[in-house]
Nanobody, 125 residues
Framework: QVQLVESGGGLAQAGGSLRLSCAASGLSFSDYAMGWFRQAPGKEREFVAAVIRRSGGSTLFADSVKGRFTIYRDNAKNTVYLQMNSLKPEDTAVYYC?????????????????WGQGTQVTVSS
């Protein structure tokens, strides 16, 4: 059974930082592209960032977070991270980790095979 468990959410002030973690189990982690999505109240879920299978590999970001967020993975720990800097109130959302064998399904289709349960991030002004 595949499980993606997010942690690291919480409350931050505008301009601050948070690091989200997603621990994966039940899959061959290094075979999967990993991604992060978020959903703010009253809005649709949106793509945030993705990283290819290889540690230190290529990354992709939504325009709204480019230059502020970083995604990276540690295949030895079966974990993917989202480092969020220069946080803004509009970053407030539930953040979801995702996994798929195909990067395309995450980045283009927004339909990865697996989702985590989400972690709340709240940024105060």
């Amino acid at each position: 059974q595949v499980q993606l468990v997010e942690s690291g959410g919480g409350l931050a002030q505008a301009g601050g930082s948070l690091r989200l973690s997603c621990a994966a189990s039940g899959l061959s982690f290094s075979d999967y592209a990993m991604g992060w999505f978020r959903q703010a109240p009253g809005k649709e879920r949106e793509f945030v960032a993705a990283v290819i299978r290889r540690s230190g590999g290529s990354t992709l970001f939504a325009d709204s977070v480019k230059g502020r967020f970083t995604i990276y993975r540690d295949n030895a720990k079966n974990t993917v991270y989202l480092q969020m800097n220069s946080l803004k109130p509009e970053d407030t959302a539930v953040y979801y980790c995702s996994a798929d064998l195909k990067l395309h399904n995450i980045v283009e289709l927004h339909a990865p095979s697996y989702w985590g349960q989400g972690t709340q991030v709240t940024v105060s002004s």
